[in-house]
Nanobody, 120 residues
């Protein structure tokens, strides 16, 4: 069973920074991608950043240039360094991984979420 555990959320002031961490445990097979989603109050969950081992990270337009995703394969960890935080970044942030298999099937896993609150 794959488990994802996030940490690092909290309260920040506008212009501040936070580092989110996600540690994955369990068995991994197939190709893995990892990333971060967030769900802002009253909004649908949206992709924030994604990273794979074979291509450049991708970011939502709203965080491009401010957030940086990184991955530590030996530690099965993924991080989200958030800078210049804005009140609109307030959300629950979820760690995410997708395991892709030959043939096109996949399995998704989600963390429990960590709250990020940005005050003006």
């Amino acid at each position: 069973q794959v488990q994802l555990v996030e940490s690092g959320g909290g309260l920040a002031q506008a212009g501040g920074s936070l580092m989110l961490s996600c540690v994955a445990s369990g068995a991994f097979v197939g190709r893995q991608s990892m990333g971060w989603y967030r769900q802002r109050p009253g909004q649908e969950r949206e992709s924030v950043a994604n990273i794979t081992s074979h291509k450049e990270p991708t970011y939502a337009d709203s965080v491009e240039g401010r957030f940086t995703i990184s991955r530590d394969h030996p530690k099965n960890s993924v991080y989200l360094h958030m800078t210049n935080l804005q009140p609109e970044d307030t959300a629950v942030y979820y760690c995410f991984t997708r395991t892709k298999f030959i043939g096109g099937t996949y399995t998704d896993y989600w963390g429990q979420g960590t709250q990020v609150t940005v005050s003006s």
